[in-house]
Nanobody, 116 residues
Framework: QVQLVESGGGLVQAGGSLRLSCSAS????????MDWFRQAPGKQRDLVAG???????NSADSVKCRFTISRDNAKNTVYLQINGLQPEDTAVYYC??????????WGQGAQVTVSS
């Protein structure tokens, strides 16, 4: 059974930083692409960053300078480092995998709230 569990969300002041973690189980983590999405209230869920099994990363242009995705295959964990948080970063952040599996798997989400 595939499980993705996010942690590290919270309430942060503008300009602060957070590191989100996503711990995976039930999958061969090291061979899979892992992604972070976010969904703000009333908006669609958007991809913010992804990392391939070989460590190649990509991120949305709007967050490229502030968001860094990384992975630790020994810990079956993917991270999202967010610096310079802004109120518009307030959203639920979701971990995702499944591109190579032909199915989508999501975590339960981690709330990030940025106060101005």
């Amino acid at each position: 059974q595939v499980q993705l569990v996010e942690s590290g969300g919270g309430l942060v002041q503008a300009g602060g930083s957070l590191r989100l973690s996503c711990s995976a189980s039930g999958i061969t983590f090291r061979i899979l692409t892992m992604d972070w999405f976010r969904q703000a209230p009333g908006k669609q869920r958007d991809l913010v960053a992804g990392i391939s099994s070989r460590g190649r990363t990509n991120s949305a242009d709007s967050v490229k300078c502030r968001f860094t995705i990384s992975r630790d295959n020994a810990k079956n964990t993917v991270y999202l480092q967010i610096n310079g948080l802004q109120p518009e970063d307030t959203a639920v952040y979701y971990c995702h995998t499944g591109r190579e599996l032909g199915n989508d798997y999501w975590g339960q989400g981690a709330q990030v709230t940025v106060s101005s």
